[in-house]
């Protein structure tokens, strides 16, 4: 199993991101895939996830109304839109998959908020 993040970088306040995960090694349209983030000496927390069918998804109250969650089961790729950043959006975004054997994760993408 692989899952590739991409998309991160530097932004200043109010601008957008939009972070890409590549998943392989999986069926990927069988299951929830989920993003997170770690900020430098803190705990790493739920962004978002989105369902397997139907494409419900949950965000952590931070980020609703600023992150959108997607995902393209055609190209086994889950997308995070990341608007209005602020600089406490500042962490390194990582890719996340429970499949029925076992957890994995992505190398993770630095998102940098800054003027």
């Known amino acids: 199993v692989q899952l590739v993040e991409s998309g991160g970088g530097l932004v200043q306040p109010g601008g957008s991101l939009r972070l890409s995960c590549a998943a392989s090694?999986?069926?990927?349209?069988?299951?929830?895939m989920s993003w997170y983030r770690q900020a430098p000496g803190k705990d790493r927390e739920l962004v978002a996830t989105?369902?397997?069918?139907?494409?419900?998804?949950n965000y952590a109250d931070s980020v609703k109304g600023r992150f959108t969650i997607s995902r393209d089961n055609a190209k086994n790729t889950v997308y995070l839109q990341m608007n209005s950043l602020k600089p406490e959006d500042t962490a390194v975004y990582y890719c996340?998959?429970?499949?029925?054997?076992?957890?994995?994760w992505g190398q993770g993408t630095q998102v940098t908020v800054s003027s």
């Open positions: 989105i369902t397997s069918v139907g494409g419900s998804t």
């Open positions: 090694g999986f069926t990927f349209s069988r299951y929830s």
């Open positions: 996340y998959v429970r499949t029925t054997w076992y957890d994995y």
